[in-house]
């Protein structure tokens, strides 16, 4: 039967039925989500070929928390569970094995920590959790020792680890933490080691300390300077202070319960605490609060880590800061990254305080007299008592420090951040910050103009999801290691091989990468800068970037293929033709030659191209990405038909071409489709399950009129009628029935057995 109408034979027909069919069965293609922030161009997952990294591991360790880089740049120390490790990381790869020294917690306290309820399994270990670099000769280590704090110093030879002497083990409380997850900081500064943990085994005493000098400070707990919940999570030196960074409840804030917030603590370097008052405490400690929120927004309240950036171009060194909240919104965490001045922390230390209101226990501003010199700076000589009387309840300032947000982005938690500055081939320097994730991944975020972060990637460093527990940054071997439990993981600060085209190179924005117009390849930008290199890190412009010569700022996209693959197809069959998504921030339409591609034989899914192969549907198919108002062709392909093969486009001469002989495979939403298909396996599979329906159908319509007589013919109440009972045959009117008798009454003043229908 001939279908002149629509010009089709019974075959194309059936053809097109199943190719609908087909469209229908497949899972919609969802949208990503919006309002999530920025997004990463490029991912990488665990494993992937195009990102290589280098995994040092060690079988009978675990837990590589603690990482120091040695001051020439080319050892890295390792404090991992019971262990300290020596890494040579002088040559690219993984890094090889200096030498590792043990330090395990001694047996009588294990069986101490085990006697306190303490796992042995998991706890009772000694973790490092203080590694630092005391002199050229010299490191000092503290860990928690089976919740008995304990440190020692470890002498170095030629970057080699020296024995741990037993006799050289000193307490260490104070400056580890008993248990190995609460968080803590410290930090040596002129020979003194400034730390901030937990002081007790409980883990409900918060203590700023100075050790490792004379005289010893640290925080009064009876005056509630901290929080008992208080969680360090930075330590960073300026010229005359030592700023501590951490996150506790809140207290002046007596409309909210429990309300988290980041504070910035402040002493001066050169305090030796009180004479009569203050004795071995802190007289110059001030703690501030820290905001970091978007205008409107609730702000993220908790702290997770920070690090200062004296940039070099900038007279005001910046604090960079990773922020979480203690809401969610939406269901899921977000974070922050915001930069704080360091000139605006000292002008709010500067500033008033606040007090607290004995009476009402409210927290008010500080409105009488000040004492010269002021309380809490960092004046030569002894204070006064008056003044240190002042400083025992005036220890918290009025103002907020407000910070500047870089990035917001939600449904990720940022643990980690290290940041460096990169220089582009015009000398201007830009800011590379890269964060860990409580799901093992790396983010390399780079702040353009205007304070605005743009994330270059986003690799997954480990195949199962845990966190990132420590980020270093190796600027002299250009890499990031990050720790966590299983090993260390070399990460190279850029991966400019991956961006096969100029297009691509320039898209990419990453300051560390350009186009090499002469080697035809995105090339690690190095010093001294060639002048065939090609970038633009601000606009991301390959118009004129990537051209040989002069050209106009058009917005007309480059159609001219690099390569084209030529897939030969069988008449009436299916094929899938993959479009790859070099980058997440581009959008992607298909075309066929000059026109669009026909909607009646095709459809995309998942950004592939499903393509039912008859007459007039062959040529060229291009998968276009439009980024940053530029377009380019992503793949080509030129499709043939076995039969009928189409002549060459002359305008397409030249071009080298790749012949795809495997069918193209893809599997997408659980579905996976041949490139090449035969209608009739699908024809004979529909029509049983058609048959199928049509006959549980039919049963089901069948069945449901002898349903219905058969209940007609039944007894309402009982089952069955008794002999002698049934209902007349005849039209004659029944018998009447007999009258009842109490016995023939149920509980519910129910007749049984008498009534008929």
């Not at 069965?25 to 920025?38: I, K, V, Y």
């Not at 990488?44 to 603690?66: C, E, H, N």
């Not at 262990?83 to 890094?95: D, F, H, K, S, W």
């Not at 002021?374 to 025992?392: E, H, I, Q, W």
């Amino acid at each position: 039967m001939a279908l002149p109408a629509l010009g089709l034979d019974p075959w194309s027909l059936l053809g097109l039925f199943l190719f609908q069919l087909l469209l229908l069965l497949l899972p919609p293609t969802t949208a990503e989500a919006s309002g999530q922030g920025p997004v990463p161009r490029v991912r990488y997952y665990a494993g992937d070929g195009r990102r290589v990294l280098s995994l040092f591991q060690q079988k009978d360790l675990q837990d590589f928390d603690i990482l120091l880089l040695s001051d020439d740049g080319n050892t890295l120390y390792v404090g991992a569970r019971e262990a300290i490790l020596a890494l040579n990381i002088q040559e690219p790869g993984i890094p090889r094995l200096r030498n590792r020294i043990p330090w395990p917690a001694s047996e009588k306290k294990k069986n101490e920590c085990a006697f306190k309820r303490k796992s042995n399994e998991t706890q009772c270990y000694n973790f490092i959790r203080v590694l630092v670099s005391f002199n050229t000769t010299h490191l000092y280590a503290c860990g928690t020792f089976a919740f008995s704090p304990a440190c020692t110093f470890i002498e170095l030879k030629d970057s080699n680890l020296m024995p741990i002497l037993e006799e050289h083990v000193i307490d260490g409380k104070g400056q580890s933490p008993f248990n190995p997850v609460h968080k803590h900081t410290a930090i040596l500064v002129d020979g003194m080691l400034y730390s901030g943990t937990m002081n007790n085994f409980l883990g409900s005493e918060p203590i700023l300390i100075r050790t490792l000098g004379h005289p010893v400070l640290k925080t009064d707990t009876f005056l509630s300077w901290l929080q008992p919940d208080a969680s360090f999570v930075a330590a960073i030196p300026s010229t005359q202070f030592v700023y501590f960074f951490f996150e506790e409840t809140a207290s002046e804030f007596d409309f909210f319960e429990k309300l988290h917030t980041s504070r910035v603590a402040r002493v001066c370097k050169n305090d030796v605490g009180g004479e009569k008052l203050l004795q071995k405490k802190w007289t110059t400690f001030l703690k501030a609060q820290l905001l970091c929120a978007q205008p409107g927004q609730l702000p993220f309240n908790i702290i997770r880590h920070a690090v200062l950036w004296p940039d070099s171009s900038s007279k005001v060194p910046h604090v960079f800061a990773v922020f979480t909240s203690q809401w969610q919104i939406g269901g899921t965490k977000s974070s922050a990254v915001c930069a704080f001045s360091l000139m605006d922390i000292e002008r709010v230390f500067e500033g008033k305080y606040k007090e607290l209101n004995k009476e009402t226990s409210h927290w008010t501003t500080y409105m009488g007299s000040e004492t010269n010199p002021r309380p809490g700076s960092c004046s030569v000589g002894p204070s006064s008592d008056k003044a240190l009387t002042f400083m025992k309840d005036h220890f918290l300032m009025d103002e907020q420090v407000v910070g500047t947000p870089l990035l917001v982005k939600s449904d990720v938690e940022y643990t980690k951040i290290v940041v460096e500055t990169a220089q582009d081939l015009e000398g201007r320097s830009h800011l590379v910050m890269y964060l860990g994730t409580t799901t093992g991944s790396l983010h390399k975020a780079v702040v353009s103009q205007g304070n605005s972060a743009r994330l270059v990637e986003e690799i997954q460093l480990f195949p199962a999801p845990e966190p990132v527990r420590n980020l270093q940054l190796a600027p002299a071997q250009g890499a990031v290691f990050a720790g966590f439990s299983g090993g260390v993981q070399r990460v190279p600060r850029a991966n400019c091989s991956v961006y096969e085209s100029c297009v691509d190179c320039v898209l990419a924005r990453d300051p560390h990468c350009a186009w090499d117009m002469e080697s035809r390849t995105c090339r690690l930008l190095s010093t001294p800068f060639l002048s065939s290199w090609k970038q633009d890190i601000e606009q991301g412009d390959p118009r004129w970037a990537c051209a040989n010569g002069p050209v106009g700022r058009s917005h007309q996209p480059q159609s001219r293929p690099q390569i084209i693959k030529e897939v030969l197809a069988v008449p009436n069959s299916i094929l899938e033709l993959p479009c790859p998504h070099p980058s997440a921030l581009a959008s992607y339409h298909w075309s066929h030659g000059a026109a669009a591609v026909p909607e009646a034989s095709s459809s995309v899914y998942n950004g592939s191209l499903l393509l039912l192969l008859r007459d007039g549907v062959g040529g060229l198919y291009q998968c276009w990405a439009t980024e940053r108002r530029f377009s380019y062709p992503v793949v080509s392909y030129w499709v043939d038909s076995q039969d009928q093969p189409l002549a060459l486009d002359p305008e397409l001469a030249g071009i080298p071409r790749e012949r795809m002989e495997a069918p193209l495979t893809r599997a997408g939403g659980g579905v996976a489709l041949a490139a090449q298909r035969s209608y009739w396996p699908h024809f004979l599979t529909v029509t049983v399950l058609l048959a199928l329906v049509l006959s549980g159908a039919l049963i089901f319509l069948l069945a449901s009129p002898l349903g219905a007589l058969r209940a007609r013919g039944k007894v309402q109440g009982c089952g069955n009628l008794p002999p002698g009972e049934k209902a007349p045959l005849s039209k004659e009117k029944p018998h009447k029935p007999p009258k009842t008798s109490a016995s023939d009454v149920d509980a519910d003043n129910n007749h049984l057995g008498t009534e008929v229908v």
